[in-house]
């Protein structure tokens, strides 16, 4: 064999090989999530099989998110969109599905995951309902990834979903949310023993975002700051408040960072209440960056918050 | 828990289980079929059942907080519970499923449908104010702005439709004009999409927005002066390709029919005048007799807080002051918002606004009137820097200029105000605050401060409160 020839035939198996390093043994799913918490979730089943993008960030108000034209290329080249629902992201989402021409995250397909599908509403409003009463969600309270039993829930339906769209990795989806829900079983012992002394304590909340976490560890939200969801406290329901926190002794004021300060500042300097500044979504806070720091941080801050 | 208790607590289930069934045959019965009576009795069976079903979950929980003294159960027991707390989870989304449809016995679909009404009081300080918008106040007084029927919905796996039907009234005279109704595809092959209907020319970044989505009570100066009293919009057919690029770039193209008042630097309306110029009847003949626009946009995020929009557009098409003549109109638009991270509601949030335009208009000759032909230019730019300072109130300032240069042979045949208003030099200074109780609903104070040419620069005031009213479901603006 001439000097040519093996240089030809060494050349082409170390390119085969650098090929064989360098591609990727599976296509990675692109993921994109409204929210963070969602996000994490799709990060704890799917590990690196898959890369996560959160439209909303953590820290701010998510029925409020821009639209932003940028978000359009992201929907564009998604493969999924886990979506909450229940109109939670009614007010920026729809443009965007609209505007991005994607077959794969239209409603009806494997691409597209809604998770109050999965998931029990609270406060679904019973009776009549209009603009009157605020802007109120006519299917029910939103919020529900602050309840970590709907994060197995939901980590469920993505591992349904996933498996679908990569059945070569279903064995790794199942596994790893087998092990999310371990985690999450084996926390859940913790964390009930952390809140068993706030089990029945009363706190008012600045929105309705904490309803799931109040009712799956025994917090009774007797109020909220807001009257009605979306209007600023008037004087008299300040008023109100003062008189409600103090008759039925209302010991800590839940609120996200992002929320004006002066309203719950006078009601704790008036009744005695303790602030909890705590996050309402995955990335709310530093220590929130994933699901389970998530959970880890909002406990010990209601504790500590107690305690005070 | 032992073995007869949890028979019983499955027979319970179970019962539970036939309610839920034997309520969901009412609703099988499809919407439309249950009169007002027969609603009030399925609400109260499933008020009923959920209370049944909240009584049951409290009895399941119990049973699982009490300690065993059974022994260890067998894989079979806990599969049983298991799927029982299934059933029981799947049974509470069923209710809550048919309370949500029993609500909507609404159709499902329904398109959503909303209304909006925008009214303004006036004051000017001229008799002949500067207010040349269709929807804006225009009269001293009250005025009905604009009042819109808006309905959006899917028409099948491939297509959605606006539509927006508008309303004013001025003196006492109602008009109904059907504004727009397009349909978008939903998700076309390569990554483009199709619009095609009656629309709102997607031209800079106001054209195409309704007057209850505006910033400021009037449209800008200069989009009057060039799109004319109602913005620029008619039937077409429009194609936009996203282009495979790290960050968001739009190409789109399209072609309308560019007559009537809505199209006023085009084909018109016969009889009308442009500059001086009074328009022929020149119908659509051949497919170069359309009205053409280009426009290429992009958007990026300077940081996680500062989005810019960027854009050009252009427009091609016949004008009715000679046979063969044409306009050219060319744009650019520049939008930069500033929204921190932890906003709440969306505030607090600062945007700025710019879009400048510039029209080439082959005027005449008019063998009526006997003018020579002539190439006008008109020129100029709207600025406007919105803040939302607090949650529920945003303070705005808007600066309009516009120009003219060249048809000065056509400058005799501009005998009305009216005409030379829309000729030449002005400036309009127009601070706001805007106060907004809810999303549906907002207050508005403007002051207007305009120096025009046509009126020796002597200044023009115009005082206005606005108020806007929204009912129903609206889909969500775009950016």
């Not at chain 1, 469920?156 to 279903?170: D, I, K, P, Q, T």
């Not at chain 2, 005048?273 to 328009?279: A, D, E, I």
Request: hydrophobic fraction near 40%; charged fraction near 20%; aromatic fraction near 10%.
């Amino acid at each position: 064999m001439t000097m040519r020839k093996a240089f030809i035939i060494v050349a082409m198996v170390a390119a085969g090989l650098l090929s064989a390093w360098t591609l990727p043994l599976y296509a990675k799913l692109n993921v994109v999530a409204s929210t963070p918490d969602l996000g994490a979730i799709a990060r704890e089943v799917a590990g690196s099989r898959v890369d996560v993008i959160s439209l909303a960030k953590g820290t701010e108000d998510p029925h409020f998110v821009d639209a932003k034209p940028s978000f359009i290329r992201i929907l564009n080249q998604a493969d999924v969109l886990i979506e909450g629902g229940a109109d939670l992201e009614v007010g920026w989402l729809p443009p965007l599905i609209l505007n991005a021409r994607n077959p794969k995250i239209q409603l009806g397909q494997a691409g597209r995951i809604i998770a109050a599908d999965v998931v029990r509403l609270i406060e679904v409003p019973i009776g009549p309902i209009d603009r009157s009463l605020g802007d109120v969600h006519p299917f029910g309270n939103p919020h529900f990834t602050v309840d970590p039993m709907n994060g197995k829930l939901i980590a469920r339906l993505l591992e349904e979903h996933f498996c679908v769209l990569a059945s070569g990795e279903c064995a790794s989806f199942k596994d790893n949310r087998n092990k999310f829900e371990e985690k999450i079983d084996a926390r859940m012992l913790e964390w009930q023993k952390k809140m068993a002394p706030l089990k029945g304590v009363r706190v008012i909340s600045y929105h309705k975002s904490f309803s799931y976490f109040a009712e799956r560890f025994g917090l009774r939200v007797v109020n909220t700051i807001e009257p009605k969801p979306g209007i600023p406290p008037s004087a008299a329901h300040v008023r109100n408040l003062v008189s409600q926190m103090r008759t039925e002794g209302v010991r800590l004021i839940l609120m996200e960072p992002n929320r004006e300060r002066k309203t719950p500042s006078f009601l704790a300097e008036e009744t005695g209440a303790k602030i909890a500044m705590i996050p309402s979504m995955v990335g709310g806070t530093p220590e929130a960056q994933d699901y389970v720091g998530f959970f880890d941080s909002i406990i010990e801050t209601l504790v500590a918050s107690a305690g005070r | 828990m032992s073995a007869p208790k949890r028979s019983v607590c499955r027979v319970c289930i179970l019962s539970a289980f036939c309610i839920a069934t034997g309520t969901a045959t009412v609703f099988s019965q499809g919407p439309g079929a249950a009169g007002p009576s027969e609603i009030d009795n399925v609400k109260k069976q499933m008020l009923q059942m959920e209370e049944q079903l909240r009584m049951l979950r409290q009895k399941v929980e119990e049973l699982e907080a009490k300690p065993s003294t059974a022994p260890k159960p067998n894989l079979t027991q806990e599969k049983a519970d298991g799927i029982t707390e299934q059933r029981l989870r799947d049974l509470e989304r069923q209710v809550q499923q048919e309370r949500t449809a029993s609500r909507g016995i609404l159709a499902p679909f329904n398109p959503k449908i909303s209304v909006n009404g925008l009214f303004s009081a006036a004051m000017f300080s001229e008799k002949d104010n500067l207010n040349f918008g269709d929807h804006d106040p225009q009269v001293q007084g009250f005025n009905v702005q604009n009042v819109e029927l808006h309905l959006q919905g899917t028409v099948d796996p491939y297509f959605q439709v606006d539509t927006n039907i508008v309303t004013t009234i001025k003196k006492g005279e109602t008009t109904i004009e059907l504004e727009e109704m397009y349909g978008t595809s939903l998700a076309l092959p390569a990554n483009l999409q199709l619009v095609a209907g009656q629309y709102f020319t997607r031209f800079g970044r106001q054209n195409r927005q309704h007057p209850h989505q505006w910033d400021f009570v009037d449209q800008p100066v200069i989009l009057n002066r060039i799109f004319g009293p109602d913005g620029l919009r008619g039937p077409g057919a429009q194609l936009s390709w996203l282009a495979p690029t790290p960050f968001y770039l739009e190409f789109i193209g399209s072609a309308q029919q560019g007559e009537g008042e809505i199209a006023t630097s085009f084909l018109s309306k016969p009889g009308e005048t442009v500059r001086g110029y009074t328009l022929i009847d020149r119908p659509v003949r051949k497919i170069g007799d359309l009205l053409y626009m280009p426009r290429v946009v992009t958007s990026f995020g300077l940081t996680d807080e500062v989005t810019v929009a960027l854009g050009s557009s252009a427009l091609f098409g016949p004008n009715a002051s000679g046979t063969n003549n044409r306009t050219n109109v060319y744009g650019a638009d520049l939008y930069v918002k500033w929204k921190p991270v932890n906003h709440s509601h969306g505030f607090p949030f600062v945007a700025w606004q710019t879009e400048y335009l510039f029209r080439d208009y082959q005027a005449g000759p008019d063998d009526v009137n006997g003018i020579p032909p002539s190439r006008p230019k008109d020129f100029g730019f709207y600025s406007q820097l919105l803040y939302g300072f607090t949650y529920r109130w945003v303070a705005g300032f808007r600066l309009n200029y516009v120009n003219s240069s060249g048809g000065d042979v056509a400058a005799p045949f501009l005998v009305t105000l009216a005409q030379r208003d829309l000729v030449g030099e002005r400036w309009r200074l127009a601070p706001n605050v805007s106060f907004y109780p809810s999303e549906f609903s907002k207050f508005r104070l403007q002051y207007n401060l305009d120096f025009a040419a046509s009126r020796g620069r002597e200044a023009v005031h115009g005082v206005f409160l606005q108020a806007e009213f929204n009912i129903g479901e609206h889909g969500a603006h775009s950016f």
